[in-house]
């Protein structure tokens, strides 16, 4: 059972919102002040919460240090607001929509982060398992390092390694290592890697940067059968090269 936790201060529309989620897999709650939020979020533990950035005694934000780490977070923005990447990236933000917004819209972006969540759970559960020893050794994912072919990828410590030997990646070659590794097989297009690879950096990126980055770390890491460009559309850690 999906659990969401609406934090809106507008209550005409935290109604809507919660007819929105009334369905058989879920189930949603509503708080208008940072006061009552606080209370649901003792209360029980939830899959996502929602949170307006401006409650009726104060802004939404105050709230993110309260909640649980396994637990998504998405924002609602007012009109014309720009989000905070850099405070986005440090809570661990997924997601966000600006007002006004159709409900139906927001539960998709929700359903979308719920399903990926659960995802990285299967995949999580399934690893832990293959690293007993029934995984090929061409990929295999503990609770901290990944292992593919000759690489070994410590996302959590930052070291990663090419036949044994450390590589030093940048800040911004890490992020772009750990987004396709973690999406292995699938293209991830351009756009959403600029906005993924932006969040908590002041520096503006383009495609030209991302191209630079992409190729720098294609030959740190010697990974010219894996790390593979789209052209016109993006880039993808490939899985036919693995072996």
């Known amino acids: 059972m999906n659990r969401i936790l609406i934090a809106e201060s507008d209550t005409g529309l ?12 879920s189930y949603a709650m509503s708080c208008d002040t940072i006061k009552q939020t606080r209370t649901m979020l003792e209360c029980e ?17 105050q709230l993110l240090e309260e909640i649980e780490d396994d637990t998504i977070v998405m924002m ?3 009109e014309n607001t720009a989000p905070n990447l850099e405070r986005f990236y440090e809570y661990k933000i997924v997601d966000f929509i600006n007002k006004p917004f159709n409900p139906i819209v927001l539960k998709a972006k ?9 995802a990285e759970v299967k995949v999580g559960s399934s690893a832990c398992f293959d690293a007993l020893g029934v995984a090929a050794p061409e990929f295999m ?25 450390s590589v030093m990646l940048d800040e911004l070659e890490q992020k772009l290592l750990q ?20 969040m908590g950096s002041r520096e503006k990126m383009d495609c030209g940067m991302l191209a630079e980055i992409a190729q720098i770390l294609i030959e740190k890491l010697h990974a010219f059968k894996y790390i593979k460009v789209i052209f016109g559309v993006g880039y993808m850690w490939a899985t036919q090269g693995e072996g």
Do not use: C, P
């Open 141 to 165: 994912l503990g609770d901290k390092v990944v292992y593919i072919d000759k690489y070994e990828f410590d996302f959590e410590n930052k070291q990663y390694k090419y036949e044994g030997s």
């Open 110 to 118: 929700v359903y979308t982060q719920i399903e990926k969540k659960n």
């Open 14 to 25: 935290a109604h809507r919102l919660r007819e929105a989620f009334v369905d058989g897999n």
């Open 179 to 198: 987004l396709l590794v973690e999406n292995r097989g699938v293209v991830l297009k351009k756009n959403t890697l600029l906005e993924r690879l932006q």
């Open 76 to 78: 609602i923005l007012n």
């Open 45 to 61: 533990d939830w899959s996502l919460v929602l949170i307006d950035e401006k409650m009726m005694d104060g802004s939404g934000f």
